[in-house]
């Protein structure tokens, strides 16, 4: 089974509105990794935080973990419709294999 | 090069062929990943190349599928008596050691097999 799952599985707002993206994953990790994927495209890296950070920003991103529930959050703030993308979480071990969930669909209207 | 290749970009093959799909990493970077995306789903880990460490060939599916890694360059990820249910874009990634655990994608093998 995947690490990492995301939550919602896709997601529809206007531009201009915020947009949330959850990830749960099963067992310790060294650090959390979210990234973004245009359709038919690689996945690009957006923000890592490691297990010892709570909160994280990047410009319009804003990313949150909580070790003691296994979850994250990443927020995009005042969103744009080339914000349009799959979103993924990644967790990373000790043995620096690097796990995905099955990502987030984000469609941002116009 | 700048970054992650791959090629081809895309592969049509017959039930029953085999395939070998190819991946330039960022030079320097000695850890190499390959993963399985089937169309509107997430990656699946297939096998994970560091240095000269043994891989993690812990994702592969089955015996028909197969990835050499040349020191800390190339990579050939290689597909055996091919399935429909293999295709698929196989994505590639590499990352450098000490780095900030980020992963470099290619832009993927889309392969279809009919």
């Known amino acids: 089974s995947q690490q990492g799952e995301e939550d919602p599985q896709a997601l529809s707002i206007q531009e201009g509105e915020n947009a949330t993206m959850n990830c749960s994953y099963k067992?310790?990790?060294?650090?959390l990794q979210w990234y973004r994927q245009n359709s038919g495209r690689g996945l690009v890296h957006l923000i890592l935080?490691?297990?010892?950070?709570r909160e994280k920003h990047s410009g319009r991103l804003r990313v949150t973990l909580d070790t003691s529930k296994k979850s994250s959050s990443l927020l995009i703030t005042a969103s744009r419709a080339a914000d349009t993308a799959s979103y993924f979480c990644a967790t990373s071990g000790n043995a620096g294999k690097s796990t995905f969930g099955d990502g987030t669909t984000l469609t941002v209207k116009p | 090069g700048a970054g992650v290749s791959q090629s081809p970009s895309n592969k049509v093959t017959e039930k029953g062929k085999d395939v070998e799909l190819r991946c330039d990493p960022i030079s320097g970077h000695t850890a190499l990943y390959w993963y399985r995306q089937r169309l509107g789903q997430g990656l699946e880990f297939l096998i994970y190349?560091?240095?000269?460490?043994?891989?993690?060939k812990s994702g592969l599916p089955s015996d028909r599928f197969s990835a050499e890694r040349t020191g800390e360059s190339v990579s050939t990820l290689t597909i055996q008596r091919t399935q429909q249910e293999d295709s698929a874009v196989y994505l590639c990634a590499s990352r450098p050691t000490g780095g900030t655990g980020e992963l470099f994608f290619g832009e993927g093998s889309r392969l279809t097999v009919l």
């Open positions: 935080i490691r297990s010892n950070e």
């Open positions: 067992t310790s990790i060294n650090n």
């Open positions: 190349f560091q240095g000269n460490s043994a891989p993690d």
